[in-house]
């Protein structure tokens, strides 16, 4: 899963409906579907897209869950958008799909359905209203791979990751505390020290342990650390108006290198990325009306190993045969290569 997510920093400032861990993996995975296929492209979503996570559980119910979180939750809950002129605050409302297509087989032309066993797909259009959010993708966008989102544990955690990702250059972010308890959905009644032990604490580990990533050892946010800014009230120690965090920034300079070398790269090493990240990523795609996950190659011998995948009855992707697909030179490999990277799924 090599999926970077991007949108534009005003979805930050929204309030999820109270969205769990797994609800906002989903809703980055639209994100990222979104991006690729196009805000007037309807994306597709399939049963093995919800276990987006190896942790998480194959069962029906699990399935039926998060189908039903996407038609409840997702479809018909509003999403608060707070919109500001110089004389009015404007609390806005409004839906992120305009509309929402699930898709169930039936065994024969005769027979009914099972909504809990014969799931095939699901079929999303966002709405517009909310299309500039992951479509006008300028200087002002956040960034991030699906995979290290996904990875993280706790609903507070991935909140706090996407909003310190938009000051991933600079290292500093601060937000005013009433508006940051808003946009993590943190009680107001919590006590302070609880705020601290159950969700900044537990955040602040999760962020800055070590992970391994497509074989590289990652972390998300170095040297993570939070301070509360207070003003003098009646009380002791003050009254919090702020929270303010800092870490390491990202190396851009490094990410510039990198991009301008792809760039200037001849067809042929252009063409070797791509093989690279389409095996490291363990990337899927269609050809001869079959589904193959990309496992390794070796362009001195001609070779691109895969496994092809087939759907079992709940319609879930598992491993079904390996297959090398071999050529006899490298105009070949490289025409082949180039073929594979088209029809990605």
Known sequence: MSDIVKYHNDFNKIQLPSFTEQEQNLLFLIFAKIKEKGIENEIQLYADDFKINERLSNSRDYLTDNINSLK??????????????????????????????????????????????????????????????????????????????????????????????????????????????????????????????????????????????????????????????????????????????????????IQKIENEAIENASDEEKILIICKNLCQSKIRFKYEEKIYQSNSFDFYDFTFNTVELQEDEFGNLLPHNTRIFKCDNKEQFLKMIKKFSKVIV
Not at 77 to 94: D, P
Not at 146 to 161: D, I, M, R
Not at 232 to 251: C, D, L, M, Q, S
Request: with cysteine.
């Open 72 to 253: 409840y939750k997702f479809f018909k809950a509003n999403f608060k958008q707070i919109l500001e002129t110089e004389t009015e605050v404007i609390h806005r409302y409004v839906n992120l799909f305009e509309t929402m297509e699930i898709h169930y087989v039936k065994r024969n032309p005769y027979d009914g359905y099972d909504t809990s066993t014969l799931f095939n797909r699901m079929a999303l259009k966002i709405n517009p209203d909310f299309s500039y959010l992951v479509n006008q993708l300028t200087t002002n966008f956040t960034s991030f791979e699906l995979a290290e989102f996904v990875a993280l544990s706790g609903k507070y955690t991935k909140t706090l990751y996407r909003l310190l990702k938009q000051y991933r250059t600079t290292g500093k972010a601060y937000f005013e505390w009433e508006n940051f308890l808003r946009i993590l959905e943190i009680p107001e009644k919590m006590r302070m020290c609880d705020i601290d032990k159950d969700i900044l604490k537990p955040a602040i580990k999760e962020l800055t342990a070590e992970r391994t990533l497509f074989d590289q050892v990652r972390i998300p946010f170095k040297n993570l650390a939070f301070e509360k800014k207070k003003i003098k009230a009646r009380g002791r120690g003050g009254k919090v108006v702020g929270i303010e965090f800092t870490f390491k920034p990202e190396n851009i300079e």
